[in-house]
């Protein structure tokens, strides 16, 4: 399986620290050594880094840890391959656009022999994750011919995972620039961070940073990972089904694909959303 992380912020903020603790586990803390990729947006734009190689050897990735390039929204993942070959066209994150906007999308887990829907979209590498993108898309593209409500975005998103998830694992994210939608169907974390800040130490290697120095009273930044990245700090476990719409830093919205075992297999529905937790 593959790691995934995300950030979503209220104001332009880099993800240094963290991406210092993930990377570790692209090869060296972890098994994960068959490329990594990040993407940033800014304003309209992405700027996207990718890389076949292990991600804490890359010098590609020695770059990201340094050079701290500020966003609202980020999505990282890095690789351990089981469908599709070590390449940069199956590294993720995968983008297209649709309705004048750039969707970023990460993926963890397998289904097996997964192909797209008919439609615009379809896969460049080989991999299951970019075809489960390229049909979310032809699925959003298929309903609507202009861009929809957030809400009416959600119902297709929700039902399309609810359908993927009877098939296999399905940890996602996903992004337009605008807000960052995170399902959990085995694994994921998440920690927002607001005032009084304080210091946290990462995992994977001995780095610590004192929050309170890099940030004002107003800043809420959210980070979502597969694993948490830091030890002195209290991370919320995501319950399998459970799904989030997060912008600047805040849950918008969830709701949870509820799945169970039964004779014939996994099955999920789609319950409705719920107002968000508190952070």
Same mark, same amino acid.
């Given at each position: 399986?593959?790691?995934?992380?995300?950030?979503?912020?209220?104001?332009?903020? $880099? *993800?240094?620290?963290?991406?210092?603790?993930?990377?570790?586990?692209?090869?060296?803390?972890?098994?994960?050594?068959?490329?990594?990729?990040?993407?940033? /947006?800014?304003?309209?734009?992405?700027?996207?880094?990718?890389?076949?190689?292990?991600?804490?050897?890359?010098?590609?990735?020695?770059?990201?840890?340094?050079?701290? *390039?500020?966003?609202?929204?980020?999505?990282?993942?890095?690789?351990?391959?089981?469908?599709?070959?070590?390449? &940069?066209?199956?590294?993720?994150?995968?983008?297209?656009?649709?309705?004048?906007? /750039?969707?970023?999308?990460?993926?963890?887990?397998?289904?097996? $022999?997964?192909?797209?829907?008919?439609?615009?979209?379809?896969?460049?590498?080989?991999?299951?994750?970019?075809?489960?993108?390229?049909?979310?898309?032809?699925? &959003?593209?298929?309903?609507?011919?202009?861009?929809?409500?957030?809400?009416?975005?959600?119902?297709?998103?929700?039902?399309?995972?609810?359908? /993927?998830?009877?098939?296999?694992?399905?940890?996602? &994210?996903?992004?337009?620039?605008?807000?960052?939608?995170?399902?959990?169907?085995?694994?994921?974390?998440? *920690?927002?961070?607001?005032?009084?800040?304080?210091?946290?130490?990462?995992?994977?290697?001995?780095?610590?940073? $004192?929050?309170?120095?890099?940030?004002?009273?107003?800043?809420?930044?959210?980070?979502?990972?597969?694993?948490?990245?830091?030890?002195?700090?209290?991370?919320?476990?995501?319950?399998?089904?459970?799904?989030?719409?997060?912008?600047?830093?805040?849950?918008?919205?969830?709701?949870?694909?509820?799945?169970?075992?039964?004779?014939?297999?996994?099955?999920?529905?789609?319950?409705?959303?719920?107002?968000?937790?508190?952070?």
């Amino acid at each position: 399986m593959c790691e995934l992380m995300g950030m979503s912020a209220n104001v332009p903020t $880099d *993800i240094c620290f963290s991406f210092s603790g993930l990377m570790q586990r692209g090869g060296k803390t972890g098994p994960h050594c068959d490329g990594w990729g990040v993407a940033f /947006y800014e304003g309209k734009g992405v700027r996207s880094f990718h890389d076949p190689a292990p991600c804490h050897s890359s010098a590609v990735a020695q770059l990201i840890e340094s050079y701290p *390039i500020k966003s609202e929204n980020v999505i990282c993942h890095i690789r351990q391959a089981n469908v599709g070959r070590v390449s &940069l066209a199956n590294t993720h994150p995968f983008t297209r656009e649709l309705w004048g906007q /750039y969707w970023t999308f990460a993926h963890n887990g397998q289904i097996n $022999d997964f192909e797209a829907g008919p439609g615009p979209f379809q896969p460049v590498g080989n991999t299951d994750s970019e075809a489960i993108f390229c049909d979310l898309l032809n699925r &959003l593209r298929g309903r609507f011919a202009e861009q929809p409500s957030q809400s009416e975005v959600l119902d297709c998103l929700t039902a399309a995972c609810a359908e /993927y998830s009877t098939r296999g694992v399905c940890n996602v &994210l996903l992004s337009n620039g605008e807000w960052l939608f995170t399902l959990c169907s085995t694994k994921l974390a998440w *920690i927002t961070r607001r005032a009084p800040f304080g210091p946290a130490h990462l995992r994977d290697v001995e780095m610590a940073v $004192d929050f309170q120095e890099h940030t004002t009273p107003n800043d809420v930044v959210t980070v979502i990972a597969t694993e948490p990245l830091t030890t002195n700090e209290q991370w919320h476990a995501c319950r399998p089904g459970e799904w989030h719409l997060w912008q600047g830093g805040e849950s918008v919205r969830q709701g949870r694909l509820a799945s169970f075992q039964s004779g014939d297999g996994r099955r999920s529905v789609c319950l409705n959303s719920q107002p968000p937790t508190s952070s």
